[in-house]
């Protein structure tokens, strides 16, 4: 015989499943990745003040007006063709982007993506991840195979940094192509491989592949220390990359997964879909479970 439900037990039940909700909707929304190390923790390579500058105000910035432009859009009722609570499919998706959400996303998500690869990949100089035996088995197969060796592949890639005129990136990318798997590319401000090739941007070579390292060659990431001398950053930047961090994007890219930007799981590409509103997230998966559970519990008491 079915048992009575009681108002409490209801109450309990659904103040739950809404509370399961509104966490994975906090958790979804883009954020500042948090750093694995201390601020000063680069020293003497890249210094505390350059951090705390590069860090504390030029990604942060980045991210808060992402943010705000993404809630402008939510607000004004936008539909977006991909959820606004991934990041890598709304730069992915840049030419579908409305105007003028497009133009913030490109500089603003951009620098929020790239800065979010760029921090989680450094590491205090001298630490294991930072030596070349930290690169996994099947990277340092890709480097050999792609450039000869990994001594080859950082003096192209330093090579390509130092001839960006300006500001902007240098990449080292997944292709995807079975011959050529890995690439070096760079971009101007931040722009993004993933982007594909931008109207009036100057040509992306391995264009839409997978960044998996990348160097930040603006100015705030080295002018402080540096002066005006970006090779002195420029070596001093292999001193503190993580490599165990470029080989697990590396794997992640080889598997069609989106690169670990925060401290979740990596999780399937997005493909494109119908248009969903600027205030969906991708969280509806994980809503929809809460949803169940709760649902679960309720069966249980009838």
Request: proline fraction near 6%; include cysteine; charge should be neutral.
């Amino acid at each position: 015989m079915a048992r009575k439900i009681s108002y409490m037990n209801l109450f309990v039940i659904v103040a739950a499943a809404a509370s399961a909700l509104l966490a994975c909707s906090a958790q979804a929304q883009i954020q500042q990745v948090a750093l694995p190390y201390a601020l000063d923790a680069l020293e003497p390579e890249i210094d505390n003040a350059t951090m705390n500058f590069h860090y504390g105000t030029h990604y942060a910035t980045y991210v808060n007006n992402t943010l705000a432009a993404l809630k402008n859009a939510t607000d004004s009722g936008v539909r977006l063709p991909v959820a606004t609570s991934n990041l890598t499919a709304l730069i992915s998706s840049i030419k579908r982007l409305p105007s003028p959400l497009n133009t913030t996303i490109r500089n603003q998500g951009g620098g929020a993506w790239n800065h979010a690869l760029y921090f989680k990949h450094l590491t205090p100089p001298g630490s294991p991840a930072t030596q070349s035996t930290a690169i996994s088995a099947p990277l340092r197969d890709a480097i050999n195979a792609n450039f000869g060796s990994v001594d080859n592949m950082t003096a192209a890639l330093s090579a390509a940094a130092g001839k960006v005129f300006g500001s902007g990136w240098a990449w080292l990318c997944y292709t995807g192509n079975s011959s050529a798997d890995l690439a070096i590319t760079t971009t101007p401000n931040q722009d993004n491989p993933l982007m594909g090739q931008l109207p009036g941007a100057p040509a992306v070579s391995a264009v839409g592949c997978t960044p998996i390292l990348g160097i930040d060659v603006w100015e705030h990431a080295y002018y402080l220390k540096h002066g005006p001398k970006r090779p002195a950053y420029l070596e001093a930047f292999w001193k503190v990359l993580n490599w165990q961090q470029v080989s697990k994007n590396y794997d992640s890219a080889v598997q069609g997964l989106e690169l670990d930007l925060s401290e979740a799981a990596p999780r399937a590409l997005e493909a494109p879909s119908k248009a969903v509103s600027a205030g969906s997230s991708s969280s509806g998966s994980a809503g929809f479970g809460a949803m169940a559970a709760a649902a679960a519990a309720l069966l249980a008491l009838v």
